[in-house]
Structures are given as structure tokens and as C-alpha cells.
């Protein structure tokens, strides 16, 4: 099958690693902003905040939330992140990405 014939969209890849806490509060801003799917992961890692092993149930560990979204919604959620910075491990990054066409990219 060529490439070229697979129906492609334009997206932004948004992807939100942070503490735990911090899970509930970013679901609810991506739901108020009208995001309709996202993917949940426990993540492990270390950075500027030290080392996140997950080796205790709801302490010291860390989520990793990713969905796909338009540019201007991509802005919204760097926006409304931005809030949780100062208390909380977070990192949040994005990148364009080419989504299969088929579901509406918001």
C-alpha cells in the first residue's frame, strides 16, 4: 500500500508529565477545554525535581498524559498549565504529528 494514499490530519501531540496530584486537575482542565480522548500512563523518571521511582502507591510518582489536539487548543493547555508550576513537578511539551483521518481533531 503507498503512503500517500493514507488520509492524513495535521495535529499537535500534547504530552503532560507530572506528580500524581496533579492528575485529576489536569483531566478536568483538558475535559473543560473540550478534549475528548486523551491516554493515562504511571511514568518513572528523574529531573530538575529528583527521582521519581513509583515505587510507593501515591508517593513519588508520576503520570504521563498525552492527547492530540489542533494548535490553538495545544496553546490553551500550555495556558492553563501553567498555574501548577510553581507547586509541582510538571513538564509539558508538544510536538507536530500527522494523525490518521477519521476522528475529529478539536
Do not use: W
Not at 500524581?20 to 493515562?40: A, E, R, S
Not at 498525552?66 to 496553546?75: A, D, F, G, K, Y
Amino acid at each position: 500500500m503507498s503512503t500517500s494514499s493514507v488520509p492524513k490530519k495535521t495535529a499537535v501531540l500534547v504530552v503532560m508529565i507530572g506528580e500524581t496530584v496533579l492528575q485529576d486537575p489536569i483531566i478536568k482542565l483538558l475535559k473543560d477545554l473540550g478534549v475528548n480522548g486523551y491516554t493515562l500512563s504511571q511514568a518513572q523518571g528523574a529531573g530538575r525535581h529528583g527521582s521519581r521511582r513509583g515505587d510507593m502507591a501515591g508517593y513519588n510518582t508520576n503520570i504521563e498524559i498525552r492527547t492530540i489536539v489542533s494548535q490553538e487548543l495545544s496553546e490553551a493547555i500550555f495556558s492553563g498549565l501553567t498555574e501548577y508550576q510553581s507547586n509541582h513537578a510538571l513538564i509539558a511539551f508538544r510536538q507536530n504529528v500527522e494523525a490518521l483521518s477519521g476522528f475529529e481533531i478539536i
